[in-house]
């Protein structure tokens, strides 16, 4: 089930050409598929993305969205705004009997191109879509042809209330050829999600760096046979974050139009510590972004996560247990010669997993785990046995059982 | 040259080349200097400096600058230097310090510390190590003969601690050139 999943994501979608249709300028031309709002930046006197000429007749009919859209639009030619007198919109046009989708009939000839500005795709309770999740969902279910089996829906809404929470909106145009992994890593990617195929073939979301609520370890690391040590690397230091956004879709433009350095956001005490610390590739470039806030927002949390060096626990198991570990569960260990910032022995401490190495000859499995920070806790069961004296937790304490 | 280079030359020609240098390494982070050797090292060889800042009104606290910047504190002196690295006896290209000195050229710099328990049981560097933000602290090398003062030692190399590789035996420092 799940290399079907897999298979199936990595297909290319073809995007709609407008060969469909019988007398298109350019047959090869792709309809472009807006979602989120794409009124927020604009360049001067120009659209966010081309609208291909689906029919030469008269002045002509250009694509605004290759499907039925709502509210206002913009078009922009060579010459900056378009007069709305000069075309018609249907925004719900099932032309030539092809399909939905939003049109522009001209009765006086653009000059040299068209581009628009709009809002895309709206739910069927006509609100916009523009929660990342939900935006990962539409595609999911109504571009690429998933069913609603295939997606994890507990995972989905976990992901779609955090992104409400932290007031997500992501904007985007598809207009070529693409896998739906692709475009959903770089969409999920902006918003530090990511998504996986679990093994019953669901699409299963994650946002990395929410720990706040509850964390399930889904193994116990052996604590016996192991070899353990522990990194710092300031390579692994993040206190600053300049980031691209808005961009302009139009294959004539192409650009991010806005630039944010990430001084607003960055991490002061953590760049004396360790100098100015950016992202490795520099700025990070966030294609479905448009909103200031929303980069902002994103600049916080990488700096938050990433403003001290990641405790990398690297544990060598020759039992072969944690073989059943993925990337990015959580995993419990135990390293008593470890210590804390709170100088407590590492016992019960809670990983994430970046990555299994199995060594089948050696028989042996090497996992690199991020501290959390968390660990297993006990709870006191309030039977008469317990004085309440001030010495203990009754709940939250480190459990210090050593269980393998 | 420095008059202390001078010095240090000159005492360098009264011992010969028989590897009587102690080198030593001074870990300097947010919290102060540490300074390390294969030996003890004596507190003549140890120097601090820097300045205090007055609460006077003067300075905001908006977590651009620290409180007492620039002053060193001393964390420790500590003989737990298993491998120096390329300032290691052996492997220098001569005998003496002097010599990667003279090349004034190391690009990178793995120091090796015991990590064996304290007195309170805890593996000492994995202490510092959980306590302290060993991570791009500066690493200054520098070389002293005993029975000399802070003023003869010699300033060998300046490294920052780019990552810190923890064992239940050693700790190791890897560094880049400062």
Redesign the interface.
Known sequence: MADLTKQRLSDPFQAPRASRYSAPENGGDALPLPYGDLTTVQGVDRGVYLCPRIDTTGAGTYCVAGFGIQGTVSLFDGAGLIPPGNYTLNLANDFQGKGVIATAAFSVAPDEFVEAICKGRKDAAGALIENPASLAEEMLLNLWGFTAQEVDNRTLSTARTLFSALGYKAAGVIQEDHAPQEVLQGLLGNFLASFDVDPAGRIAFFSSGEETASIHPVLLVPSREIR????????S?VNQVPVLYGKNFSFLDGRMKRHDDGETAKD??SQ????VRLPSQGRLSLEWVRDQAVARTIQARVVERMAE?ARVVEITDESLRAIQAGEGDYAAFTVP?????R?EEMVNQIGQVLSVTPDLNAQRVTLRLRDTGYFLTTAKLLDGSWSLGGGALLGGGRDRVVYA | MKPASLAFLNEMEKHGDLNQALVLFALS??NGVRFFCRRGIPEALVGQSGGVWFLDGTWVL?????LGEDSEALLGLHDWVLDGGAYSQGRFLGLNPLDLFARNELSTLSLRLSNEPDAEG??RM??I???E????ARLDVRAGFEGQTLADVLQLASF?????????EDVTLECEAA
Not at chain 2, 133 to 136: D, E, K, S
């Open positions: 353990a040590r522990r990194e710092w690397d300031l390579a230091v002061a005490a004396k510590l360790y100098g060096p010669w470890l210590r804390t910032e100088l | 982070n947010a908006d977590g651009s600058v620290k805890h593996p994995s202490r190590a959980a306590t933000p060993l991570v791009n920052r601690v780019t990552r810190v590789v923890e064992r239940k």
